[in-house]
């Protein structure tokens, strides 16, 4: 689960560069014998070189569709796929608290037994 959640999930993207799923799987299996609690703390500080934090992107406001305001010489900023690293100490400890949220989400989601109607 935590190699899922790492590499990119529903409930969190993946904000790490140089790290897909092969590449958590394998972060997850070295830190294997540590705690699950720090686990993700120990993955992050264990990243392949060069990989780093991105930036989360600015939240798009959603809109029908239409363009009828848009001005054609404005900037798009669509064009940038990769955000700049994100150096803030304290993202990178909101991030883990994000996995950490995530991880959660998987172990102890409710689920309705469609057999009995019960929530389980």
Known sequence: VQACVLSGCDYVANRLSKVGPVTAFRLVKEASH???????????????????????????SLDDGEDDDVDEDEEDDDDDFLSPPDTNRNAKEQYEELLSKSQAVFYYHLAKDLGTGKIV
């Not at 705690?35 to 993700?40: I, K, M, T």
């Not at 500080?45 to 780093?52: I, M, N, T, V």
């Open 34 to 60: 540590r705690d699950a609690e720090v686990r993700f703390e120990r993955v992050l500080k264990s990243l392949p070189a060069g990989s780093e934090l991105i930036a989360e992107a600015p939240a798009k």
